[in-house]
């Protein structure tokens, strides 16, 4: 059976990556919010809310820790994703495709 060479329209790419960042950006934004909601209980269980506090909880900490990555990553995306809609509407007005290797110009092969 013959490989065919898949040409797309960079928009096309381009809209799929949007749609799969955006998507992400909302899972870890839900995870984020559902990690506030456990520190909070945590803070709550040992009725220490003070960070700086030695009686602390580790588990609040450790959870506060991983929520400050998810918005580190959730900051990077966002970025990334204003990156690909600027690109997107330069790539549509250009006419370019895409073998999936980066943007290939109208007509070459």
Known sequence: MKHQHHFERASNVALREVARISALISDLDRVVRILDC????????????DPFDAAYPILARTLAARRDNLKDTIAALERRLSLRLGAEGSATSQGTFTTGNGPVGRGTK
Not at 38 to 49: F, H
């Open 38 to 49: 456990d520190i909070d209980n945590e803070e709550e269980r040992a009725r220490v809310s």
